[in-house]
């Protein structure tokens, strides 16, 4: 017989199991999941009392350009023992998500495709691609120094939650809340990196950043005016060394020289009216999907 509920606390040990085995991550980036797990809501699916199938929810908003806020939830680790793949889990665990947040009265519910080809399978389950990124990719001597004026200092969660919805005001994105912010925090100085405060030529803005490995640094998230982002750039690399930089910024805006528009997230809306006002809408901004 097939279960599909919340996780419970003596359940911890198998879904860590499944989560290694699903995504290969180390141990202490699982242990730091399970250190938050009040942030998140994770669902089981169980066969004859056995756990198979688990996905996390993070309580998140879709905030429209006009500035409506949607109560929504952000779709993660979803996944399935190798054991039991091709059996229909997901999809099984993937409705009964849908059900879980309708009767709790959300409007959508986001995702992030772990690789290219999932986009396709999410959208058979009714997601749309409704959230891009602009990526570039920097080598060390493609980044200028940056102006003896311009600054760059770690920021707090609450700081960097209050100036990001100022700077992505106008725009359809997700906001996460300082809780999740922070959650971010943690994840990138797990890995050498932070939450930064930029000022380049007066502006402001902020970046959330880490090292991929010894010669990489993702900035997953860049917000910075176009005309400050080679400034920005140059202020991140003098403060996190490396060889090459794989920087993220909004779509909407134009970015540097060689950037490039990338899928990112998906939406599926649940109110019909949404549905048909944002179907074909791709120019969404999500930003952290604590990849």
């Known amino acids: 017989m097939i279960e599909i509920r919340p996780a419970r606390p003596d359940e911890i040990a198998r879904q860590k199991e499944l989560w290694k085995l699903a ?9 730091y999941f399970y250190a938050h797990t009040g942030e998140s809501q994770v669902l089981l699916l169980l066969e004859d009392g056995v756990v198979w199938t688990m996905v ?6 879709v905030t429209l350009p006009q500035g409506e806020s949607l109560s929504s939830a952000y779709i993660y680790a979803l996944a399935t023992h190798p054991e ?13 998500v849908d059900f879980y947040l309708k009767e709790s009265g959300k409007d959508c519910v986001t995702i ?23 990526k570039v990719e920097l080598l060390r001597d493609m980044v200028a120094q940056p102006n003896p004026e311009d600054a760059i200092v770690p920021t707090s969660p609450a700081q960097y939650s209050a100036l990001r919805e100022r700077m992505l005001e106008g725009s359809l994105h997700v906001t996460y809340g300082e809780a999740l912010i922070a959650y971010q925090q943690g994840l990138s100085r797990m ?9 380049v030529a007066g502006q402001g803005g902020l970046a959330a950043a880490e090292y991929l490995d010894e010669d990489t640094v993702l900035v997953k998230e860049l917000l910075l005016p176009p005309t400050a982002q080679a400034g920005g750039a140059a202020l991140l690399a003098r403060q996190m060394p490396a060889r090459r930089y794989h920087l993220r910024t ?9 950037s490039y ?9 649940y109110r019909p009216e949404l549905a048909k006002t ?13 990849d």
């Open 112 to 134: 992030v495709p772990a690789e290219p080809s999932l986009y396709r399978y999410f959208s058979t389950t009714g997601f749309e691609p409704a959230c891009s990124t602009r």
């Open 278 to 290: 944002w179907r074909e809408y791709r120019r969404g901004y999500m930003g952290l999907g604590f």
């Open 84 to 96: 039991a793949r091709k059996k229909g889990y997901g999809r099984f665990i993937l409705n009964y």
């Open 261 to 269: 528009l990338q899928s990112f997230a998906m939406i599926k809306w």
């Open 56 to 61: 996390d929810l993070f309580p998140v908003t």
């Open 250 to 258: 909004p779509p909407f805006w134009d970015g540097l020289t060689g």
């Open 191 to 199: 890995e050498r990196g932070d939450l930064f405060h930029l000022t």
């Open 23 to 31: 995504f290969g991550d180390d141990d202490a980036y699982i242990d």
